[in-house]
């Protein structure tokens, strides 16, 4: 998998909320996920926020996105942050909405060597 491919299947996962490993062989609950719907604007937008709130959000602080075109949008709070090792991670909860459907849920990015956030366990 590509490195583009892994990000997006960490978005993914980030996007949903109540996606498990075991789950995600089977792609079809994809269907009633928002980022199903997301457009590749809007991917963009969450994408963006994400990295700002992971590169420079206070713990406790919460940005929201939005897209007027397509009416999707989310927020991203800053839980805490941490170290694995000499790793700086955050903990970061997650909701998204769009087309009707919604999820929630939090998750640990860890930054990686080349200066890239990937989701953790």
Known sequence: MTAAGR????????????????????????????????????????????????????????????NPETKAGGEIKAIKSFERGATPCRRVAISNAAKGLSASGQYNFCKQPTGQWAQAN
């Open 7 to 66: 990000i997006r299947v960490a978005f993914l996962v980030a996007a949903l909320g109540s996606a498990t490993a075991a789950s995600a062989a089977n792609l079809g609950f994809l269907k009633d996920a928002p980022i199903a719907r997301f457009t590749e604007q809007d991917l963009t937008l969450f994408k963006q926020t994400l990295d700002e709130v992971l590169d420079k959000g206070a713990d406790g602080e919460a940005r929201r996105w939005s």
